[in-house]
């Protein structure tokens, strides 16, 4: 599976949109892009992910370069309930998930 | 549904002592998975299987045990318990690792003394 990159930390004041980048130059045809989130303690929760075209669901929207070499996952109207540690995940099929130490966004009020 | 399950929630374990971990998952799910989690770390997959039957191992699987005898339940296994086994448990599971998210367990949180 690709390399992923994730700055450490991200603020974002509430009600404002939350961008989290991730880079993943060496990403091939084939892998998918994930995105998790955990909340304090909790397990993991799925988010979104995509292939090449961006996709939207009712948590966030995703963005993926033309080149599908970064991506940017998109909080549009953050809440304090988003402060989470968010993970960028590389993946193709048949192979679990490798959780690097992602980034951890506060939502300030 | 009740999605993924692990019990207990929280355990102290004696260095030596031996214990298994529980996960049960109702979704009919191939695949699944256990990671643990230290302190301020990302999660580290221990064991993985997809399909009642097969088990292989993660990243970081030395001193644990899995089986899989049925696809509802993957049971996580230590033996010798040692401190540095302390750490968060989480069990996941998915239909495809492709189309579908994973689902995670609440977790268990256990402490070697």
């Known amino acids: 599976d690709a390399k992923t990159t994730q700055p450490p930390s991200m603020d974002c004041a509430e009600g404002r949109a939350a961008n989290l980048p991730c880079n993943h130059s060496t990403i091939s045809g084939n892998e998918y892009v994930y995105w998790y989130r955990q909340i304090h303690s909790q397990g993991p929760q799925y988010i979104i992910h995509g292939l090449k075209n961006n996709e939207t669901n009712e948590m966030a929207s995703l963005i993926i370069t033309e080149d599908r070499k970064s991506s940017t996952l998109i909080l549009p109207h953050a809440t304090l309930r988003d402060t989470a540690v968010y993970y960028c995940?590389?993946?193709?099929?048949?192979?679990?998930?490798?959780f690097g130490k992602g980034t951890s966004l506060l939502v300030t009020p | 549904n009740a999605g993924v399950t692990q019990t207990p929630k929280f355990r102290i374990l004696k260095i030596g002592q031996s214990m298994t971990l529980q996960c049960t998952q109702d979704?009919?799910?191939?695949?699944m998975y256990w990671y643990r989690q230290d302190p301020g770390m990302g999660l580290k997959l221990i064991y993985y299987?997809?399909?009642?039957?097969?088990?292989d191992k993660g990243e970081v699987p030395n001193g644990y045990n899995v089986s899989r005898s049925t696809t509802e339940d993957f049971p996580l296994r230590l033996e010798l318990a040692a401190p540095s086994q302390t750490s968060v448990y989480f069990c996941?599971?998915?239909?495809?690792?492709?189309?579908?998210?994973?689902?995670f367990g609440s977790g268990t949180r256990l402490t070697v003394v």
């Open positions: 995940i590389v993946l193709n099929s048949g192979y679990a998930l490798n």
């Open positions: 299987s997809v399909g009642a039957g097969i088990t």
């Open positions: 979704m009919n799910h191939n695949y």
């Open positions: 996941a599971s998915s239909y495809s690792s492709l189309v579908y998210g994973y689902t």
